[in-house]
């Protein structure tokens, strides 16, 4: 379990009944290179069918936060994320696309899914 997933928030589905998306873009995530100490940059949008529960913003503007000084690979640091999001929401479906801006003029974009079983 993250050490960071205690900052998620949620609040309760209002129409728990439906299937519906709720698209979720933030477009100013860092992290650090785990090889070279430099901050990666990227733009995250989490796409995903409600259960039970919806994630609170400000708690998952908090929760990315924590990730601007975390020495993380993008395959780690999406997927971290994703099983963070899962264990506390519990969603029908969820997917992270986590778009990450050029280095070396190559760019990178990682996309993960859950599906409920």
């Known amino acids: ?3 960071f997933r205690e900052t998620l928030e949620t609040f309760p589905n209002p129409q728990s009944g439906r299937d519906y998306q709720i698209e979720i873009v ?5 992290s650090v ?7 990666d940059f ?7 069918t409600p259960e ?9 503007k908090l929760y990315l936060q924590q990730y601007r000084n ?12 994703l099983d ?7 969603p029908r479906w969820l997917q992270l696309a986590a778009r990450f801006t050029p280095r070396g003029g190559i760019t990178t974009t990682v996309t ?3 599906r409920a079983e």
């Not at 933030?26 to 860092?30: N, Q, S």
């Not at 290179?33 to 901050?39: H, L, N, S, V």
């Not at 975390?70 to 994320?81: D, S």
């Open 70 to 81: 975390e020495g993380i690979f993008y395959e780690a640091v999406t997927n971290r994320i």
């Open 26 to 30: 933030c477009p100013e995530f860092t």
């Open 112 to 114: 993960v899914e859950h």
């Open 52 to 60: 039970e529960k919806c994630v609170e913003l400000k708690s998952l």
């Open 33 to 39: 290179c785990p090889k070279t100490g430099q901050p």
């Open 1 to 3: 379990m993250s050490s």
């Open 42 to 48: 990227g733009v995250l949008t989490f796409t995903y």
């Open 84 to 90: 963070d999001l899962v264990g506390v929401l519990a």
